[in-house]
């Protein structure tokens, strides 16, 4: 499976945005999907899950702002992005893994990633 982000930019506080997230090689009905971001100097960390059933997590900060979701269709997962804060800066990457539910995994456990794309959030 490879998967491929994009839909990163530049944006202003309290701007939204959307990334995509599109896989070839496999249908990704059959994984968890998942966003993670890194900001300079942090640990890479996990921000939003779907389910295969399409339950979403969203975690820390990101609650009611951002939306997780996915379109079996298009082998697509999104992350939609609003009331954005200079704090959500980071590079984002989407993950996948041969699972059902948004337990909590060690981020070892997704076995594909995307390549990341970043998102910069002016004040």
């Known amino acids: 499976v490879q998967l491929q982000a994009s839909g990163g930019g530049l944006v202003q506080q309290g701007d939204s945005l959307r990334l995509s997230c599109t896989a070839s090689?496999?249908?990704?009905?059959?994984?968890?999907l998942a966003w993670f971001r890194q900001a300079p100097g942090e640990v890479r960390k996990e921000v939003s899950c779907?389910?295969?059933?399409?339950?979403?997590v969203n975690l820390g900060s990101v609650s009611g702002r951002f939306t997780i979701s996915r379109d079996n269709a298009k082998n697509t997962v999104y992350l939609q992005m609003n009331n954005m804060k200079p704090e959500d800066t980071a590079v984002y990457y989407c993950?996948?893994?041969?699972?059902?539910?948004?337990?909590?995994?060690?981020?070892?456990?997704?076995?594909?990633w995307g390549q990341g794309t970043q998102v910069t959030v002016s004040s």
């Open positions: 993950a996948a893994d041969f699972a059902y539910y948004c337990d909590p995994r060690a981020e070892s456990e997704y076995e594909y």
């Open positions: 090689g496999s249908s990704l009905d059959y994984y968890v």
């Open positions: 779907i389910a295969r059933d399409g339950t979403t």
